[in-house]
């Protein structure tokens, strides 16, 4: 089954769905107020999201080991978790914030 980036005026929904119309079912099951702004067919069946790209390649430590530790710190408290990131890395309030919200997403 074809992988979708289906983009709305809201969100970005990353869905299998057999064609553009069962993907955009999907859209419209899950968030049925959202326009549908993009839609884009896979050209794999997985999705990778670039660190480079969220800016995280430059670290001498792991960032997303260091992220992981602070959201099970702060029990899943993003704002607490963020704060312990930039504490315990020296980074400042951006780039703390993309690191533990990449890592929230990818379901620490």
Known sequence: MP??????DAH????WAADDAAAR???TEAYPSDKVTRMTKRPRDTW????GALGL??????PCSV???CLAKASGDKV???RLYMHE???DLERARKVIESNILMGW
């Open 67 to 69: 992220a992981r530790d």
């Open 48 to 51: 990778v999201i670039s660190k």
């Open 57 to 62: 390649t430059a670290t001498d430590t792991d």
């Open 25 to 27: 079912e999907v859209v």
């Open 12 to 15: 970005i929904i990353i869905t």
């Open 89 to 91: 890395t020296g980074t």
């Open 3 to 8: 992988l979708f980036e289906v983009e709305t």
């Open 80 to 82: 607490h978790a963020i």
